[in-house]
């Protein structure tokens, strides 16, 4: 009887070991960016600059993400007139496709 409720009690803490690794979104800090943006499709490509985790030149997003500046939320057309301004700004990014979900600065 010990044995096994060693052995519910092992697998239980490896389950939730393993579902504290699954992220929802991987974050990439970076020293400026440059964004590309076609306002018909909504679609756009963020060129980070100075990242030195960033696997890609630029990253895509088929919507306009999220943008937190300062810790408020922002429209993407005010982000789209100041975002050269932007210092270490930080993209948050889907796990499976890497597109663009957020960007905090």
């Not at 690794?21 to 980070?48: C, D, F, M, Q, W």
């Not at 408020?72 to 597109?99: G, H, M």
Request: charged share 25%; glycine share 2%; aromatic share 12%.
């Amino acid at each position: 009887m010990k044995t096994l409720q060693l052995f519910i009690l092992s697998f239980l803490v490896i389950n939730i070991s393993q579902a504290e690794i699954i992220s929802l979104e991987i974050a990439r800090e970076t020293l400026s960016i440059k964004i590309e943006y076609i306002e018909s499709s909504n679609r756009g490509l963020v060129h980070p600059k100075g990242c030195s985790l960033c696997t890609k030149d630029f990253y895509k997003f088929s919507k306009p993400p999220i943008i937190n500046k300062k810790g408020k939320v922002i429209s993407f057309d005010e982000f789209l007139a100041d975002y050269w301004n932007a210092e270490y700004p930080t993209l948050f990014l889907d796990p499976k496709s890497l597109s663009v979900l957020r960007i905090n600065y």
